[in-house]
C-alpha cells in the first residue's frame, strides 16, 4: 500500500502564497524513469483539472492558467514535490490533490483545501 499524503493548504487573500507538499510512502523518480508525480484540482461544481506534473528527468508541466505563478518542484530523496503558488487569485481556489504514478501504478492523496479570499 503506497500513502500519498499532501500539506500546506489554508486560508489566503489574494495575492497570497502557499506551499503545498507531498510525500509518498514509496521510493519515486529514482527507480521507473516512467515515474511522476502530480498536481490536480477540482474546484466545487466543476471537474478535476491538472495544475502542474514533474517527471523522472525533471521536467515540468504547468497548466495555462497557473503558469507563471505556480511552480511544481521536487525532493527526491525525501519523496516529495512542493507547489509553490504566489500571486493567488479566487479562482485557484479548490482541493488541491496530488498524483503520484509509481512503477505503472497511480495513487492519489485525500486532499488539501486552499481558499483564496478576502
Known amino acids: 500500500q503506497v500513502h500519498v499524503v499532501e500539506s500546506g493548504g489554508g486560508l489566503v487573500q489574494p495575492g497570497g502564497s502557499l506551499r503545498l507538499s507531498c510525500t509518498t510512502s514509496?521510493?519515486?523518480?529514482?527507480?521507473?524513469?516512467?515515474?511522476?508525480m502530480g498536481w490536480y484540482r477540482q474546484a466545487p461544481g466543476k471537474q478535476r483539472e491538472l495544475v502542474a506534473h514533474?517527471?523522472?528527468?525533471?521536467?515540468?508541466f504547468h497548466a495555462n492558467s497557473v503558469k507563471g505563478r505556480f511552480t511544481i518542484s521536487r525532493d527526491s530523496a525525501r519523496n516529495t514535490v512542493y507547489l509553490h503558488m504566489n500571486s493567488l487569485k479566487p479562482e485557484d481556489t479548490a482541493v488541491y490533490y496530488c498524483?503520484?504514478?509509481?512503477?505503472?501504478?497511480?495513487?492519489w492523496g485525500q486532499g488539501t483545501q486552499v481558499t483564496v479570499s478576502s
Open positions: 498524483n503520484a504514478y509509481i512503477n505503472y501504478e497511480n495513487y
Open positions: 514509496r521510493m519515486i523518480f529514482s527507480i521507473n524513469a516512467m515515474d511522476y
Open positions: 514533474i517527471t523522472s528527468s525533471g521536467n515540468t
